[in-house]
Every structure is written in structure tokens, then in C-alpha cells.
């Protein structure tokens, strides 16, 4: 039996409308989400203050125990209203403690110390710690320079790519009172960028 060339040019011309149809429902689809939802990477946190959004991406390569730590507490709200206790003007902000001394941390336990070689740059983001290497908990800082001197000394985390403009406008404390602000700064919230709103 011979078959048809105009049914295959018309079962050909129905299935390309077919998938320009798909496509544009999918393109449409897309366009509905937020900007955030569209652009979000796995390990992104999305911290807010009420300068605007700092865009963290962790590195559960460099760190993984900690980073595994920061999302449960972020995934918590566990950071949201927290304050930037310890902000020192050309090296760092530090936040994480929800008592604002820097003293305090979560009801999770401490994380053994993941020290690398990667070093601190301008927007690195570290955890902070005691004496103890092994002491970090909830507490974290961003730096706003260069710090080598933290090199291979305390865990990073992550990096920040995107608001460092914001990240340079929060509350600077006393270098005499070693950072301490009055008055502090606060995450107004922290989310993990997928499912963030």
C-alpha cells in the first residue's frame, strides 16, 4: 500500500505546531517564576538586610560539615533577626548568635574544624570560633578585604557573589571595643535561594 506523502507532511507539520506550542508553554512557565526561583544554584543562600540581598553560594567542597550545618539553621529561620555583633571596618562582619555577644550559638553541636588552603578574600565567608579549632557552631563573618592572616586558621564556608555593596553598608562597631556595635545591624532574613520568595 503506498503512503501518502501529504499525510506525512500534514502528521509532521501537526507535531513541529505541537512542540512550538510546548515550547512556548514551557518559556511562559519560566517567565511566572521569580528572578530568584529562575537563577537559583544549589548551595545559594539569600541573605536579606535592610540594605538589600547578599547572594552566598557555600562550598560543601571546601567544607562540608559546616555547610550542612549553616543550611539546617538556615532552613530553620534559625538567622532571621539575628544582628551583626561584630562588624570591624576594612576586615569583617560577624553574625550568627542569636544571644548578639558573640557567645552564643545553636542547640546543634560544635563542627570539627575543616581548614583549607583557599584563602580569605574580599567577600570570603568564614565561621567563626573560639580558641578551640573545633568550636564552630552557628556564628559566621564576611570580610570585607583581603585577610591572610586567617588563611588555614578558620573553616570557609563560602563566598559571597553578589551584594557586596550591601555587605559594606552594614553598621561598623568600635575598633577600640573590638567591633563591638551599638545599636547593630540584622538579618532580616536568610533562606536557601531554591524555594526562595
Known amino acids: ?3 501518502s506523502t501529504n499525510a506525512v507532511a ?3 507539520y501537526r507535531a513541529r505546531l505541537r512542540a512550538i506550542a510546548g515550547a512556548a508553554a514551557c518559556a511562559l512557565a519560566l517567565s511566572a517564576l521569580p528572578a530568584s526561583a529562575q537563577t537559583a544554584k544549589p548551595h545559594q543562600v539569600f541573605l536579606d ?5 547578599v547572594v552566598i553560594q557555600l562550598r560543601p567542597d571546601l567544607a562540608p560539615k559546616h555547610v550542612a550545618q549553616i543550611e539546617a539553621l ?6 532571621d533577626g539575628i544582628v551583626f555583633h561584630r562588624v570591624i571596618d576594612g576586615f569583617m562582619a560577624q553574625t550568627g548568635d ?3 555577644t558573640g557567645m552564643g550559638g545553636s542547640d546543634l553541636p560544635n563542627i570539627p574544624a575543616e581548614f583549607t588552603k583557599t584563602p580569605f578574600k574580599r567577600g570570603t565567608v568564614g565561621m567563626a570560633r573560639s580558641q578551640n579549632p573545633n568550636s564552630a557552631n552557628s556564628q559566621f563573618f564576611i570580610t570585607f578585604a583581603d585577610a591572610d592572616f586567617l588563611n588555614g586558621q578558620y573553616t570557609v564556608v563560602g563566598e559571597v557573589v553578589s551584594g557586596m555593596d550591601v555587605v559594606d553598608k552594614i553598621k561598623k562597631g568600635s575598633k577600640a571595643d573590638n567591633g563591638t556595635v551599638t545599636s547593630p545591624d540584622k538579618i532580616v532574613k536568610m533562606q536557601m535561594a531554591t524555594g526562595a520568595k
Open 10 to 12: 500534514s502528521f509532521s
Open 1 to 3: 500500500m503506498k503512503r
Open 98 to 100: 542569636p544571644t548578639g
Open 49 to 53: 538586610t535592610k540594605d538589600g540581598r
Open 74 to 79: 538556615t532552613k530553620r529561620g534559625f538567622y
